[in-house]
């Protein structure tokens, strides 16, 4: 696609579930990352891939979280056992290059009831 | 440790410049970016600082200084579509396998006001 698509934009659920957020970066963005955002912060840095390997994943929060990439493609972002501290925007972003710009999806909403 | 310090809002009038600051203290240095958010939306990328000086893009220009850890994103001839959050981010140190860390500030709400 011609921007970086995020699945689901918004998702409900209740304390203690289950929840996988998708993202399918640009095409050929061979870095990947995850932030997630709480109202009136900015992005925080969870997890970022090269190729297949997380290679950084020094920012998640928790064993709860983990994150896959096996194709060097689409990732999924898995939380479990959902808190309600979880619910946030969750950012996806891609880069062609080590130094370049990131490009950001439109993010998944998770609120946990 | 990483610290990004921005203001959390501006006010400025349509047709006016504005400038928003920011200061960082990061664990290295490896260039500055700016991005804008507008509500409910992705961040989008401004513009990008690795040398010391200013940097201009159209309306936008962006500054950076190196040895006082500071930058400053300038907006002229504001519109209203520039009401919006923008976020400063440091790209600190090399953290291997291809990662440099990104650190985001909380962002800057500007509204532009008629």
């Known amino acids: 696609g011609a921007g970086v698509s995020q699945t689901p934009s918004n998702k409900v659920t209740e304390k203690g579930k289950y929840v996988e957020l998708r993202c399918d970066p640009i095409s050929g963005h061979t870095a990947l990352y995850w932030y997630r955002q709480s109202l009136g912060q900015g992005p925080e840095f969870l997890i970022y891939?090269?190729?297949?390997?997380?290679?950084?994943d020094s920012g998640l929060p928790n064993d709860r979280f983990f994150a896959v990439r096996p194709e060097g493609s689409v990732s999924t972002l898995k939380i479990q056992r959902t808190e309600r501290g979880d619910s946030a925007v969750y950012l996806c972003a891609s880069s062609l290059k080590l130094t370049g710009e990131l490009f950001f999806g439109e993010g998944s909403r998770l609120t946990v009831l | 440790g990483q610290n990004i310090d921005q203001p959390t809002e501006m006010t400025a009038t349509e047709g006016a410049i504005v400038q928003i600051n920011c200061t960082y203290q990061?664990?290295?240095?490896?260039?500055l970016f700016w991005y804008q958010q507008h509500a409910g939306e992705a961040p989008t990328f401004l513009s990008y600082?690795?040398?010391?000086g200013l940097e201009e893009k159209g309306r936008f220009s962006s500054f950076l200084s190196r040895s006082k850890g500071y930058s400053y994103l300038l907006l002229k001839e504001l519109q209203m579509k520039d009401s919006a959050s923008y976020l400063c981010a440091v790209k600190g140190r090399y953290s291997g396998a291809g990662s440099y860390q990104l650190t985001f500030g909380k962002g800057t709400k500007l509204s532009v006001i008629p």
């Open positions: 891939f090269q190729g297949t390997g997380a290679a950084d």
């Open positions: 600082n690795v040398l010391d």
């Open positions: 990061t664990s290295g240095f490896n260039g």
